[in-house]
């Protein structure tokens, strides 16, 4: 029910986990609008544990400091050919739309989007490796080109921070 959504909320939003704001409509009452906020991060899949940056950093010291970039280039190479492999879809769009949902049961809470100039963009509101892309920044140049080779066009990665909070667009032709 409704009043027990925004129950939910009001407890999350009081708890941290959630941000707030009134939304005015052209007629009536604002819409209420929730987002989550940076501490809701670590509910959700996190790849990206201590282990792995150990690994990166045990790369480095042993074998020198561009060892953890040409380590994650491979792996980024090696599943830009996987899905390229698999994706499904005559067009560009068609395979926007198939990545878009491959992304989001990896945990990327990915949606594909058309934008109003006619051009489309698969947006994230999560991550599962942030805290991996916050130590290597590079990792966003490898997603980026896995996802030029998987849609086959040229693709613009644009990242938001909104209350500390990590969205991610990727913008493209259709």
């Excluded at 604002?30 to 045990?58: I, N």
Aim: hydrophobic share 35%; charged share 30%.
């Amino acid at each position: 029910s409704y009043m027990g959504i925004k129950q939910h909320c009001i407890t999350l939003h009081r708890d941290g986990y959630l941000d707030t704001w009134r939304r005015p409509q052209k007629m009536g009452r604002p819409e209420m609008v929730y987002r989550l906020t940076r501490r809701s991060h670590d509910l959700f899949q996190a790849d990206s544990h201590q282990f792995t940056l150990d690994l990166l950093k045990s790369a480095q010291e042993i074998y020198g400091p561009n060892a953890p970039e040409k380590l994650l280039y491979s792996i980024f190479k090696k599943k830009a050919a996987s899905l390229k492999a698999k994706v499904k879809g005559d067009t560009v769009a068609d395979r926007a739309k198939w990545l878009a949902h491959v992304r989001d049961g990896e945990g990327y809470m990915a949606q594909f989007a058309n934008n109003k100039d006619g051009s489309s963009r698969i947006f994230e509101v999560h991550s599962p490796i942030l805290n991996l892309l916050e130590r290597y920044p590079i990792i966003g140049r490898f997603e980026q080109d896995m996802f030029e080779t998987v849609l086959g066009t040229r693709v613009r990665r644009e990242v938001i921070r909104n209350s500390g909070l990590y969205e991610c667009a990727f913008h493209f032709a259709a």
